[in-house]
Antibody
Framework: EVQVVQSGGGLVQPGGSLRLSCAAS????????MHWVRQVPGKGLVWVSL????????GYADSVKGRFTISRDNAKNTLYLQMNSLRVEDTAVYYC??????WGQGTLVTVSS | QSALTQPASVSGSPGQSITISCTGT?????????VSWYQQYPGKTPKLMIY???TRPSGVSNRFSGSKSGNTASLTISGLQAEDEADYYC??????????FGGGTSLTVL
C-alpha cells in the first residue's frame, strides 16, 4: 500500500522559511518522479515543483522559482521542499504527490504576521 | 503559462454518461501522453482516477475512462452514480518541464 506521510507545515511570518518533508513507502521511491502541489482551501490545485527519480531534472512554477527548492534523498525515501522568502500568497495546503500514485494527506502552510 | 481549460460545471442524471473536457495546447496536452485526472470531494485529498491519458489505477471503477484528441483530453464517466458528485481536475506535463492543472470541474448528479 502506498503511504506518503508529510510533515513540516505551520505558521510562519512573511519573509520566513519552512521545510516540508514527505516520507514515502509502499512503492519504489527511487524510481518515481515526485511533485509538490498546493491548494488554497476552496480553490483549485496548483502545481509547485517536480523532481525526477534521480534528482537530475527539476522544475518549478514561476511563482516559486528562486524561492523554493525541491530535493530528495532516495536512501531515506524522502522528498523535501525548502521554502524561503515566504509570502502571504504562499498560504495553502501543500501536497506531496508521487507520480501516478495516491497523494499525501497534505500539510497546511500559513504565512501571516 | 495559463491553466488548462475545463468547464466550471457539468451535470447528469444517475445512469447517464458525462464527459469533462480539458483543453490545452501543443506545448502540454498535445505534446505528450501525460494527462492525469483527479477526483476531489470537499475537504478531502484528491484521488488519482486516470493517468497517462487512459490508464486507470488499481481500484478505480471502470466507469471512468480517459481519452485525448489533439490538444484536448477528456474524462468520461458512464453509469453516473450519486457518489461521483465531486470536483474533477485534469493536469498535463509540459514541454518546459513543468506541470499544469485545469481550473477544475464541479460535477453534479441530479
Amino acid at each position: 500500500e502506498v503511504q506518503v506521510v508529510q510533515s513540516g507545515g505551520g505558521l510562519v511570518q512573511p519573509g520566513g522559511s519552512l521545510r516540508l518533508s514527505c516520507a514515502a513507502s509502499g512503492f519504489t521511491f527511487s524510481s518515481n518522479w515526485m511533485h509538490w502541489v498546493r491548494q488554497v482551501p476552496g480553490k483549485g490545485l496548483v502545481w509547485v515543483s517536480l523532481i525526477n527519480s534521480d534528482g537530475s531534472r527539476i522544475g518549478y512554477a514561476d511563482s516559486v522559482k528562486g524561492r523554493f527548492t525541491i530535493s530528495r534523498d532516495n536512501a531515506k525515501n524522502t522528498l523535501y521542499l525548502q521554502m524561503n522568502s515566504l509570502r502571504v500568497e504562499d498560504t495553502a495546503v501543500y501536497y506531496c504527490v508521487p507520480a501516478d500514485k495516491d497523494w499525501g494527506q497534505g500539510t497546511l502552510v500559513t504565512v501571516s504576521s | 503559462q495559463s491553466a488548462l481549460t475545463q468547464p466550471a460545471s457539468v451535470s447528469g442524471s444517475p445512469g447517464q454518461s458525462i464527459t469533462i473536457s480539458c483543453t490545452g495546447t501543443s506545448s502540454d496536452i498535445g505534446a505528450f501522453n501525460y494527462v492525469s485526472w483527479y477526483q476531489q470531494y470537499p475537504g478531502k485529498t484528491p484521488k488519482l482516477m486516470i493517468y497517462d491519458v487512459t490508464t486507470r489505477p488499481s481500484g478505480v471503477s471502470n466507469r471512468f475512462s480517459g481519452s485525448k484528441s489533439g490538444n484536448t483530453a477528456s474524462l468520461t464517466i458512464s453509469g453516473l452514480q450519486a457518489e461521483d458528485e465531486a470536483d474533477y481536475y485534469c493536469c498535463s506535463y509540459t514541454t518546459i518541464n513543468t506541470v499544469i492543472f485545469g481550473g477544475g470541474t464541479s460535477l453534479t448528479v441530479l
